[in-house]
Nanobody, 122 residues
Framework: QVKLVESGGGLVQTGESLRLSCVVS????????MEWYRQAPGNQRELIAS???????KYAEPVKARFIISRDNTINTLYLQMNNLRPEDSAVYYC????????????????WGQGTQVTVSS
């Protein structure tokens, strides 16, 4: 059974940093593309960063140059380093293993963590 568990959220002030973690179990983490999403109240959930098994990364414009996505395949953990945080970064942050072809097998269902709250005060 695939399980994703986020941690590391909290309350910080503008300009401070946080590092989120997502521990993945029940699947071969090292071959998976992984993603971070966030959802603020009243807004749709948005993709903010992704990383492939090869380590290629992509970022949404609002977080580019401030956030860094990374992974440690030895401990099946995905990270999101968030620097220079702003009040508009306040949201619930989710990690996701998207559906797709991995290692010759097709995974038809997206897998999500439960989310971790990030609040940035001004």
């Amino acid at each position: 059974q695939v399980k994703l568990v986020e941690s590391g959220g909290g309350l910080v002030q503008t300009g401070e940093s946080l590092r989120l973690s997502c521990v993945v179990s029940g699947t071969t983490f090292s071959i998976m593309t992984m993603e971070w999403y966030r959802q603020a109240p009243g807004n749709q959930r948005e993709l903010i960063a992704s990383i492939t098994a090869d380590g290629n990364t992509k970022y949404a414009e609002p977080v580019k140059a401030r956030f860094i996505i990374s992974r440690d395949n030895t401990i099946n953990t995905l990270y999101l380093q968030m620097n220079n945080l702003r009040p508009e970064d306040s949201a619930v942050y989710y990690c996701k293993r998207p559906e797709g072809q991995y290692g010759g097998q097709y995974f038809a269902i997206d897998r999500w963590g439960q989310g971790t709250q990030v609040t940035v005060s001004s």
